[in-house]
């Protein structure tokens, strides 16, 4: 093992995206304090690829030959590939929907930390990172450490960091990455579905149903997709359901998520904090379910229905599928 740092980057159009070239910044930085590599897997077409990294400071790009746009996300074989033989001590990802499945797959394949959602990133002398992200509702700023797995793997907001990027007139080495075969266990069956049921953006769409922490589970998240497909609707979610890795941050209602206002949303095992009210205070129709009578979305609900929601949610499909909506 050793001190390199590795960032997974993506090319968009003729260059790097805004958040790669974020992520791209930061290592530059860590691996200059380190007096270590910076090293970059990028996924998608050599010229591209070769054109969007030419002038910058980068050691080595290792680039994985993917010809097809929607093959470009589901590259956690060769990553690993890629890793294994870099063997770096950190890698910077982007905390987007694709980066922080890549992240977490390759967490688990490694044994190793990933923290997720960083805002800001710093290393000391023996190449520890110090990670700091939001918890607890965003109430604190923890601050933690992966002192004995590498590689230290992190995701980064977009945005959080700015553009700085050190160029370089030095020759990069190219490393190309062949294709892997994948199993069927590899295949990413769930983000497909999800991908097609998010027709509209929840600012936009005349029905959503809003998934709270209630739901508990990712394996009973399939019955309320095919709910929604049913009526038409979009998935959106509250704070918690986005915590418990339900629902993702982009589909967040609330204070610090969206503000919504569709003809008719539906919350299942929301609890209507402060924090989610303010972001549906102008929907027009609301069915809340939720099984604790208590629940302040309930007092807000035009239709509150206090039940558990695996008992409703069939009959409520049947009901609405019939009534007609601005879809
Ligand atoms: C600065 C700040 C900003 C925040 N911004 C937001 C924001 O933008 N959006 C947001 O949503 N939150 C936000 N929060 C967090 C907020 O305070 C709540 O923690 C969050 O809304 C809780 O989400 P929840 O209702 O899904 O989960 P919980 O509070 O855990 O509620 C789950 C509900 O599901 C019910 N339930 C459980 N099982 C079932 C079942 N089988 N059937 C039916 N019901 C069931 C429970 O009775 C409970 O009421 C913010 C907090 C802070 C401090």
Redesign the pocket.
Known sequence: MNNDICVYLRVAEKELSRGSLQILGLGQKLAKKLNSKIIAIIAGDKTKIMKATDSLHIDEVWYIKKAEKEELDNCQLEAKMCLDKIKPSVLLILADAEGKILASELGVMFRTGVTADCIKIEVDELGLLQQTRPAF???ILAEIITPKRRPQIATIRENVLPIDVENSECDIKYIAVDEQKRSKEFEVVGLQNIVQIQKKSIEDASILVAI???V?HKAELERLYKFADKIGATIAG????VEAGLVDAEY??????KNVNPELLIT??????I??LA?INRCKNIIA????LD?PILKRATYPVC????SVIEKLGKKLETMEFNK
Do not use: P
């Not at 509250?238 to 359901?241: F, I």
């Not at 967040?252 to 998520?257: E, K, N, V, Y």
């Not at 379910?289 to 604790?292: A, E, R, S, T, Y």
């Open positions: 509702g965003e109430r709270g922490k209630g508990c509250s704070r918690g359901a967040q209602i609330g204070l610090s998520g299942v095992g929301i609890r209507g904090s924090q989610f972001g379910i939720n099984n604790d629940a039940s558990d929601w695996k």
